[in-house]
């Protein structure tokens, strides 16, 4: 059996916690065999072997009655890079126990599990459902919806250096303003009724607009205003942080991505540029 989890660029510009895209990058898990004891192998650095490994503590969390198995391990999602690693994890982890432990669980109840171990919805919700996903959960509402993507090319500038998501959300303000706050859900709620249209020129205006964590977050990330400065020549509709950071997400038109990321290379900049598509599949068990 093998579980396949899309890696995920989250928040959009103004979908703060609530937005979030399924992207061409993968990690993908083969259950080999039952066996003794637990056995993760995989070739990633500083990452457990043992249960210890967050894909097998999640499962744990979700049926503790999951009897050991090997299991291989393989991802092309970077980790600390706001593509949404450690969210493709406790996807994969619950699917795992869904599939050992036979438990017929829903759609719905992976995401409900996966925004209790993962905090917010934005990464897990399309690594589940694939495409564009708009997801709330929290005291006041809980509620998610499904939306294709336009048609278009995502270019990802990755750094070479890692951002914790606790360091991106520190630099966040604890507190907004009242006429800031209704501001920034204007932006936000003209993005999302952009995207729902596939209109991506108004999208990302809206995008480039926001205000609740990009004006804070971008002095995290030095490369940010450069690949801006030349996404400009290449009609991208919008260049945004991707999650807290540190991935730089540029959406643009397929005549134009290959040329843009020729541009960012000859910048020499301290990371990679990768062309990516929106992924439509989400979660997949084969």
């Known amino acids: 059996m093998k579980i396949i989890v899309p890696a995920t ?24 065999e039952p066996s003794e004891n637990w056995e993760v192998l995989h070739d990633l ?36 890079r706001g593509l949404g690693s450690s969210s493709s994890v406790i996807v994969a982890g619950i699917e795992l126990a869904n599939q050992l432990g036979a438990m017929s669980l829903s759609s719905e109840e992976k995401l409900r599990l996966a925004t209790l171990f993962e905090g917010h919805p934005d990464n897990v919700a399309p690594a589940i459902f694939g495409n564009l996903v708009v997801a709330s959960a929290n005291d006041y509402f809980s509620g998610h919806t499904v939306s294709s993507f336009p048609p278009c090319r995502l270019l990802a500038f990755i750094p070479n250096y890692e951002l914790k998501t606790s360091d991106s959300r520190n630099s966040l303000p604890e507190t907004f303003k009242y006429s800031q ?17 596939g209109d991506l020129v108004t999208a990302g205006k809206a ?3 926001d205000l609740f964590h990009e004006p804070y977050r971008q002095k995290l990330v030095p490369e940010f205003e450069k690949i801006k400065e030349v996404a400009k020549h ?8 991707s999650g807290a950071g540190p991935t ?5 038109d397929d005549k134009n991505a290959k040329r843009m990321k020729q541009a960012v290379d000859d910048l020499g900049l301290n990371g990679e540029a990768v062309i990516l598509d929106v ?8």
């Open 45 to 80: 650095i500083d990452i457990p072997t043992d249960e210890t490994n967050l894909l097998i503590q999640i499962s744990l969390k979700v049926n503790e009655k999951l009897k050991p198995h090997r299991i291989k391990m393989v991802s092309d999602i970077p980790l600390a």
């Open 234 to 241: 290449y009609s991208a509709y919008t260049t945004y942080l």
């Open 9 to 32: 660029s989250a928040n959009l510009g103004p979908g703060f916690d609530s937005i979030g895209l399924a992207v061409t990058k993968y990690l993908k898990i083969t259950v080999i």
């Open 181 to 197: 706050a209704v501001a920034a859900s204007a932006i936000a709620n003209v993005a999302v009724s952009a995207l729902m249209k």
């Open 207 to 209: 995008m480039s607009s």
């Open 279 to 286: 992924d439509t599949k989400g979660l997949q068990v084969i």
């Open 248 to 252: 730089i997400m540029t959406i643009l």
